[in-house]
């Protein structure tokens, strides 16, 4: 069972830039949809980005869209989502998520393996 392991988060003025990463434990994650929610407090978690196994499809968040990019190196077993132009409204815990099958997409549900999150804190 794929363990799945979130870096990258922390403090950063509006306008800054992170990169977060997803680690894969299993050599399976390279043939796992991945995606990107966030949880801001008092919110449902929300869609971010998913990158299809091979990282020739995507989708986004249409209010990340030309800020975030998700990618990902199948070799180290990591997908990434580089984050530029933050904006306090990006204040949340980052989720990075995995399915193992052909249902993936923006739906929670598609994905039944999970990171414990990273913090992404967006001053003004």
């Known amino acids: 069972q794929v363990q799945l392991v979130e870096s990258g988060g922390g403090l950063v003025q509006a306008g800054g830039s992170l990169r977060l990463s997803c680690a894969g434990s299993?050599?399976?994650?390279?043939?796992?949809?991945v995606a990107w929610f966030r949880q801001a407090p008092g919110k449902e978690r929300e869609f971010v980005a998913a990158?299809?196994?091979?990282?020739?499809?995507?989708y986004y968040l249409d209010s990340v869209k030309g800020r975030f990019t998700i990618s990902r190196d199948n070799g180290k077993n990591t997908v990434y989502l580089q984050m530029n132009d933050l904006k306090p409204g990006d204040t949340a815990v980052y989720y990075c998520?995995?399915?193992?099958?052909?249902?993936?997409?923006?739906?929670?549900?598609?994905?039944?393996?999970w990171g414990q999150g990273t913090q992404v804190t967006v001053s003004s």
């Open positions: 990158i299809r196994w091979s990282g020739d499809i995507t």
């Open positions: 998520a995995a399915s193992s099958t052909t249902a993936w997409g923006m739906f929670k549900p598609n994905y039944g393996y």
């Open positions: 299993e050599r399976t994650f390279s043939s796992y949809a």
